[in-house]
């Protein structure tokens, strides 16, 4: 019997990140109804049956009593759809601790993804369909990367970039997770001091 999930599962690297297809695989139409609800709510309540969000819920306790797939049954596993962020190959060098992609933010029908050039972008959960791409970082001067897993909640999606390490300024920002425009940004280190704060939230 073919197992059937409720979530698209990713096998990622931050090059590449795959979802082979599968006639086993449930369809787009099961796929879209089983994540277009899926919100800020169902996220901070998870059920004994689902794995809503990296970590779990927004505690990010990450203990799971999912026991529906283990190591028996795991290859009866089927993929809808494949999607390749088209990473340029040479940006792998820029990542400070090797070429990954911890995961994705799962939201409102879409699956929200940062790329190691660090670019943020939803696909449409149903058929991978790319709703928009924004880039989260001026990359011509530091070479900023994400490799972490974005998190959504209350209509927006969080996103950190990598690079401190190499230089790099560091913050957070959210982005409107309809449109991809740019909500706010948090600087998590000090600026130049002769230019002031350049966040508002710190002032």
Do not use: H
Not at 8 to 36: D, N, Q
């Amino acid at each position: 019997m073919t197992l059937r999930l409720s979530l698209i599962c990713v096998f990622a690297t931050s090059f590449s990140m795959k979802l082979w297809a599968s006639s086993k695989s449930p369809s787009s139409v099961g796929i879209e109804k089983a994540t277009r609800n899926i919100d800020t709510a169902r996220i901070a309540s998870p059920s004994e049956s689902n794995w809503l969000s990296y970590g779990l819920d927004y505690d990010e306790q990450r203990y799971s009593r999912l026991a529906q797939i283990d190591s028996d049954n795991i290859t009866d596993l089927g993929l809808d759809w494949r999607y390749d962020p088209e990473v340029p190959k040479e940006w792998g060098k820029m990542a400070c601790c090797d070429i990954e992609n911890r995961g994705v933010a799962i939201y409102q029908g879409k699956e929200f993804v940062g790329t190691l050039d660090a670019r943020l972008l939803p696909l449409e959960a149903s058929t991978g369909r790319v709703l928009w791409d924004v880039k989260t970082a001026d990359t011509s001067e530091y070479p900023y990367t994400i490799n972490g897993a974005p998190r959504a909640a209350k209509g927006k999606v969080f996103i950190g970039n990598g690079g401190a390490e190499i230089g790099a300024r560091e913050f957070v920002s959210a982005y409107d997770a309809d449109s991809g425009e740019l909500a706010w940004r948090f600087y998590t280190v000090p600026g130049n001091p002769e230019i002031g704060q350049q966040s508002e939230a710190i002032k």
